[in-house]
């Protein structure tokens, strides 16, 4: 029998925490995308990864594409156009960095995971859940992330599952289901994965983040103020595994420690459909109503000196 997940009391309470008891502040340093040109370059953003140069790739729901942008912010192309064909993308969502190997995306609306080059270049599909309906059921991609070995988990939204595929996209198990219990979801809406092969989840029904090892058993959870309904729960974790928790709905982002402990937030945001830690610890959030994404660097907060000091 898996372990209870322990609910942790953080020190500053994500939906009560003022500025004033945060440690880091989240400032913004650049915009990709739509940054007032003839011609905007993401319309609506709705996925995004970066690998180890720094390069930064965005799906963009509405254009159907994967746009490919350097750490400065320039774009270096685009692949993909509407359809469901070889090369095709129909409302594609989260993105993944899979190893050396190159960019995994979740073409949502054709239900599969397709993979492309650090060129953003076609190598093929790894996995298509229309196909395995007839072992998994219906499906309802909604999230997708990549461990430092390859391996790849798909949220089920129609379930409340997480699906494990191996590196060449093949199913291997499934993790979760719905329920009240730790390791079971309620509306399982974001998914992310750590440094150490963890899994970290984001629940809109439950509102809560969890966190699980590899084989899906609970380490510890924490309230998140989400109301129930439809929208993304966006998921990032770093390699100081603070993990980011942004809320679609709300327009409002956390920035947590492991133990459930509020270290910043921000609730300003734009529909953020999906964040991600670039490499230098910059967070990058897409925000699919505003046409861009913003990069923030993580500061640590002005303290106010005591009375009489």
Known sequence: MAPAAAETTASARPDSASADTLALRLLPVQ?????????????????????????????????????????????????????????DLRRPAAVA????????????????????????RLVGVLTDFAALENE????????????R????????????????LDFSGRYV?????????????????????????????????GARVQRLDAAGSPITAW??????????LAVAVDDSTRI????????????????GRLLGARADLASPRAVTFAPDGTLLVAEGRAGRVRRFVLEPARTVAPPGR
């Not at 079971?184 to 970290?200: D, I, N, Q, Y």
């Not at 980011?244 to 947590?256: M, P, Q």
């Open 31 to 87: 915009t990709l995308g739509n940054a007032g040109g003839e011609r905007a370059v993401l319309v609506e953003p709705s996925g995004i990864a970066t690998d180890a140069f720094g390069r930064v790739y965005v799906t963009d729901a509405s254009q159907h594409r994967l746009v490919r942008f350097d750490a400065r912010g320039i774009s270096l192309g685009e692949s993909g156009a509407l359809g469901s064909g070889p090369g």
């Open 97 to 120: 960095a899979v190893g050396s190997l190159g960019i995994a995306v979740l073409d949502r609306e054709n239900l599969r995971v397709v993979l492309y080059d650090l060129f953003g």
């Open 136 to 147: 998994l059921g219906r499906v309802d991609p909604v999230a997708l992330a990549a461990d």
């Open 149 to 164: 070995g390859g391996a790849l988990y798909v949220a089920d939204a129609d379930r409340d599952r997480v699906l494990a």
């Open 173 to 205: 198990r499934s993790l979760g289901g719905f329920g009240v219990g730790a390791g079971s979801f309620r509306g399982l809406a974001g998914l992310a994965t750590g440094p150490g092969g963890e899994l970290v989840t984001a629940e809109r029904t």
């Open 223 to 232: 309230p998140l103020p989400v109301r129930p309904g439809r929208g993304r």
């Open 244 to 259: 980011a928790v942004a809320d679609e709905v709300s327009g409002r982002l956390w920035l947590f420690d492991l133990a």
